[in-house]
């Protein structure tokens, strides 16, 4: 079967330069906006602020938790969530760059 897309993270220049340049995990501070409903696994598209696709990926969160999560710092994650899946929403093996 194939994966079907079940969310979008709109990323900041940031993050969207770092994914491209050096190939790092996207990490929950480069997220500005969080769109659908999926749960942890899922493959989420990651966009520009233009709307623009930079990634496709799947995630270590689920929607709520990651709409939480987006803006933050990594190390803020166990204090707002209660516990610490990852310190990354999607990490660069799980990444592919489109």
């Known amino acids: 079967g194939q994966l079907q897309v079940r ?3 709109t990323l900041d220049a940031g993050a969207v330069n770092v994914l491209r340049e050096k ?3 996207l ?3 480069g997220v ?3 769109e659908g ?3 942890r696994g899922d493959m989420v ?3 520009d602020e233009q709307g623009g696709r930079i990634a496709k990926g ?4 689920g929607a709520e938790e990651a709409r939480r999560l987006a803006g933050k710092p990594s190390h803020q994650i166990e204090a707002i969530l209660g516990f610490v899946e990852a310190p990354e929403l999607i990490h660069r093996d799980n990444l592919v760059i489109v």
């Not at 799947?58 to 969160?61: A, D, E």
């Open 7 to 9: 969310g979008t993270l």
């Open 23 to 25: 190939g790092s995990s």
């Open 27 to 29: 990490l929950p501070v």
């Open 32 to 34: 500005r906006q969080v």
């Open 37 to 39: 409903s999926f749960k």
């Open 45 to 47: 598209l990651c966009v």
């Open 58 to 61: 799947l995630i270590n969160y």
